[in-house]
């Protein structure tokens, strides 16, 4: 499928979610939901209160690691503004000398409106576009560091190398990428009974949502690590956020421009 078709399709899945993406973050009311997608909004927030806190440990660390006077960020695909809210808030105590420098990206227009009632008055650039679209030019860039949760899974192999190249092209020289996305664990990866209807069941849910198939990638370990490195990237670290989590889990992944 090519970047058109999967940025359209991703783009209306996020459309339809981005109330509830909200809600997970803000705490505002959404609507009524189908079952299925109580199903799924039902786990959201858990999921996000887990996930964030351990991104913003990993940009804190780099904050800390790499001390200078201005730091830049670039969220890819910040949905609602929730993780750069949280770290400018975070950080911007935490460190008063540094001046954070902040722009969030992303293709679903429901979702930037939201970031931007979100981080009004914050100064954070916000902009609705594709990171692959070539004429982007951001006030921020070079960026320090990029942050992109959950979004390659919504893009084949091709296509996810083809971001992976648009963020390394907007890092300055040793610029890192903080990566946090769903892969098959170590243990389960090769176990197709329970593995099948699970995927089945997640390629329905976002079908079901935009009324069109769709295909959710899901990746191990080393498959991400090669997605990356190939875009250009030196895998620094990589490990599971739970190390509970049977099937699938979330990867952190901290890699460094080449
Ligand atoms: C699952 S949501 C996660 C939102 C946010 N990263 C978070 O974790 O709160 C993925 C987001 O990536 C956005 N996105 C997908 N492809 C993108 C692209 N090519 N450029 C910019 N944003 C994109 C989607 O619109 C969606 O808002």
Redesign the pocket.
């Known amino acids: 499928m090519s970047?058109e078709e999967?940025?359209t399709k991703?783009?209306k899945?996020?459309?339809v979610?981005?109330e509830h993406?909200n809600w997970?973050?803000y705490d505002t009311p959404h609507g009524e939901c189908s079952w299925l997608l109580a199903e799924y909004v039902e786990r959201l927030k858990e999921d996000?209160e887990r996930?964030?806190p351990v991104m913003l440990k990993e940009l804190e660390e780099l904050v800390e690691e790499y001390p200078s006077d201005s730091f830049s960020i670039l969220?890819?695909?910040?949905?609602?503004g929730?993780?750069l809210h949280g770290a400018l808030n975070l950080l911007s105590k935490k460190h008063k000398e540094v001046e954070f420098k902040t722009t969030g990206?992303?293709?679903?227009r429901e979702?930037i409106d939201y970031a931007k009632t979100n981080l009004q008055d914050t100064g954070i650039e916000l902009v609705c576009?594709?990171?692959?679209n070539q004429r982007l030019k951001f006030k921020n860039e070079p960026f320090d560091a990029a942050?992109?949760?959950?979004?390659l899974s919504?893009?084949n192999d091709e296509n996810s190398k083809e971001?992976l190249r648009?963020i390394h092209n907007k890092l300055k020289d040793g610029g890192f990428l903080l990566i946090?996305d769903f892969a098959w664990t170590y243990i389960w990866s090769g176990f197709k009974l329970f593995s099948k209807p699970l995927q089945s069941l997640t390629d329905t849910f976002f079908s079901h949502l935009i009324g069109e198939s769709f295909h959710f990638m899901n990746r191990t370990e080393d498959e991400l690590k090669e997605l990356i490195t190939e875009a250009g990237f030196d895998v620094k670290r990589a490990y599971l956020s739970e190390k509970k989590s049977k099937m699938k889990g979330m990867l952190v992944i901290r890699a460094q421009k080449k």
């Open positions: 970047m999967e940025v991703c783009g899945i996020h459309d979610l981005a993406w997970a973050y996000v996930r964030v969220d890819v695909g910040c949905g609602v929730g993780f990206i992303d293709i679903s979702m576009d594709s990171i692959t942050i992109l949760m959950v979004t919504f893009y971001i648009a946090l």
